[in-house]
């Protein structure tokens, strides 16, 4: 199993990013995933996740501005990041299944937000 997490860089509050994470071993018509991150100083948080089925959760600190979505055909997980602000900074992974505990994780890619 593998999951490779990539789209990470520096942007300007207020700007946006899109994190993919391509994932081998294990296929997403079955499976759900999630995104994490963890900030400078603080604890790894779970974001977002999108089951299986295509339902989604979202973090309170993100909801309105961020949209996991993903395309089964090519096994890979989206994270659409709009309205970027300086608390958003930090090095996110995507995980099966969407626990702090999960099996499997990414190598995260960072993001900071600075102007």
């Known amino acids: 199993v593998q999951l490779q997490a990539s789209g990470g860089g520096l942007v300007q509050p207020g700007g946006s990013l899109r994190l993919s994470c391509a994932v081998s071993?294990?296929?997403?018509?079955?499976?759900?995933i999630g995104w994490f991150r963890q900030a400078p100083g603080k604890s790894r948080e779970g974001i977002s996740c999108i089951s299986s089925s295509g339902s989604t959760y979202y973090a309170d600190s993100v909801k309105g501005r961020f949209t996991i979505s993903k395309d089964n055909a090519k096994n890979t997980v989206y994270l659409q990041m709009n309205a970027l602000k300086p608390e958003d900074t930090g090095v996110y992974y995507c995980?099966?299944?969407?626990?702090?505990?999960?099996?499997?994780w990414g190598q995260g890619t960072l993001v900071t937000v600075s102007s």
């Open positions: 071993g294990f296929t997403l018509d079955y499976e759900p």
């Open positions: 995980a099966s299944p969407c626990s702090t505990s999960a099996d499997f």
